[in-house]
């Protein structure tokens, strides 16, 4: 497994940053232009995020500009719906594409222009070979290709061709265009590839107006040619096709001549970064929906309670490569801790309650004491929260009898309440079958605030919240290593009645339980969002 090295203190310039400086310093571009272009075939996932963090950070960095533009040329998986959420989560990352919102579907008109050029230059040709016929002709990595018996036909046959396929006059798959480009040439990308295919499906945005769809390849080039992109960034799996994007911004009379940059795909140990798998976890119901909290994707995240800025800082810190590699995912859990450390406020909870009543305490008075809302931030204000006769504390802060190392409360054991006094447990209550429903303990009132004026210690600080003050609350746990376990829900956790009030998506720190963000669902339910520590480091693994 590969960790990449903690963030240098500055920025070291990776190989696209240091091609865009001497571009710029060498004088071959006046300003930078890139492009983050997404299928609309699914959400966006923790791997865009690398992408779009590189192409947007580059054009920000260097005074330029980045478009997101929709590379909408399949119209069967597409969806409006994929494309209002890869919106809302570039955005969400921190990113402004301004006014340079574009679809290779603006471009249609202009692509199909072009492939009649190619036609006509005699550098394309329409195929009526079936999909098989043409995987058989195309040979492999090691034998040549077969020339197709239909490569020579005339000009005007093709453009005849071409013409009737546009009008609809043929079912899909009849024929498709291809480049005539060389059919014996080492890189399979290069023996005559796909142009065109007719396809009878309504398109987001052009709706029934056309029922042939230009390929990625042909698209894509003069998509980034038509709107002045200097460097084209993309994946590694893309390097082999680099060779045809030249042949067609050679080939063609494109207004730019733009360059493709690959660099290696983002994979986190563990995770699913595959829009077809995440696509089957929706689909199949394993997921409650694509912003379910397990998923890897933008939304998944963001609901989950992770902050953008962790991701951005996340993408910066692993760098740009060459090389496929895999990150730990407690690299990535680190950037969340760190933000969220930081950034997130403090606040009591009571997960699994047991009820502590302080018989010393007068009945129907509250105290109002002073909690810090953040002590990692040395200006960090502060709130009251409400002391009373009655409280609920984590039922596993207790133990009957307590096993050696235990210091948390237990029969005439004294701990502190965070913020408010020490107490001492007296007596224990059972039901019938002999549990333990609830706590009698006294206070001590010269404690107030949580020291002792005499100077006695006490071992456990232990969280709590009023009963007559807090909120009932949903509280739900994932394990985040596994994405198909299920949550464990946990319906009677109890709140400081601040957390009512917080809005959907903003994360706290649970005090003493980790991070945890409120739902979008109806109701208090908040999703936990990371522990406070990594425990498979704390447990040596
Ligand atoms: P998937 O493999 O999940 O289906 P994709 O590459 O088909 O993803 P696109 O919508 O085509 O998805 O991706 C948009 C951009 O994001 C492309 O430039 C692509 O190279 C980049 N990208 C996709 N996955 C990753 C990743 N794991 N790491 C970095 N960049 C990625
Ligand atoms: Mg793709």
Known sequence: MNTPPEAPAEKAADFVREIVRQDLAEGRIKEVVTRFPPEPNGYLHIGHAKSICL????????????????????????????????????????????????????????????????????????????????????????????????????????????????????????????????????NINLRDPALYRIQHAPHPRTGTRWCIYPT???????????????????????????????????????????????????????????????IELVTS???????????????????????????????????????????????????????????????MAVLRPIKVVIENYPEGQVDELDAVNNPADPNSSSRKVQFGRELYIEAEDFMEVPVKGFFRLSPGKEVRLRFAYFVTCKDVVKDAAGNVTELICTYDPATRGGDSPDGRKVKGTLHWVSAAHAK??????????????????LTNAWLE?????????????????????RDKDAGLVFNQTIGLRDTAKAKGK
Request: hydrophobic share 35%.
């Open 55 to 186: 192409n947007f950070g580059i054009a920000q960095e260097f005074g330029g500009r980045c478009h997101l533009r929709f590379d909408d040329t399949n119209p069967s998986k597409e969806e409006q719906e994929y494309i209002d959420s890869i919106k809302a989560d570039v955005k969400w990352l921190g990113f402004d594409w301004g006014d340079h919102l574009h679809h290779a579907s603006d471009y249609f008109d202009q692509i199909y222009a072009w492939a009649e050029q190619l036609i006509t230059d005699g550098k394309a040709y329409v195929d009526d070979l079936s999909a098989e016929e043409m995987r058989e002709y195309r040979g492999t990595l090691t034998e040549p290709g077969k020339e197709s018996p239909f490569r020579n036909r005339s000009v005007e046959q093709n453009l005849d061709l071409f013409r009737k396929m546009r009008a609809g006059e043929f079912a899909d798959g009849h024929c498709v265009l291809r480049a005539k480009i060389d059919m014996a040439a080492g």
């Open 216 to 278: 990625y390849d042909f698209a894509h080039g003069q998509s980034d040619a038509i709107e002045g992109i200097t460097h084209s960034v993309c994946t590694l799996e893309f390097e082999d096709h680099r060779p045809l994007y030249d042949w067609f911004i050679a080939n063609l009379p494109v207004p730019s001549k733009p360059h493709q940059y690959e660099f290696a795909r983002l994979n986190i140990e563990g995770l699913v970064l595959s829009k077809r798998k995440l």
């Open 285 to 347: 119901k394993v997921m409650t929906g694509w912003d379910d909290p397990r998923m890897p994707t933008i939304s998944g995240l963001r609901r989950r309670g992770i902050p953008a800025a962790a991701i951005r800082a996340f993408c910066e810190a692993i760098g740009v490569s060459k090389a496929n590699s895999e990150v730990e995912m407690s690299y990535f859990d680190h950037f969340v801790r760190e933000h969220l450390n930081t950034h997130a406020m403090r606040r």
């Open 472 to 489: 009932q609350a949903e509280v739900r746990l994932y394990d985040y290593t596994n994405i198909e376990a299920k949550p464990e829900v």
């Open 497 to 517: 009645p601040a957390l009512a009030d917080l809005p959907a998506g903003e994360s706290v720190q649970f005090e003493r339980l980790g991070y945890f963000s």
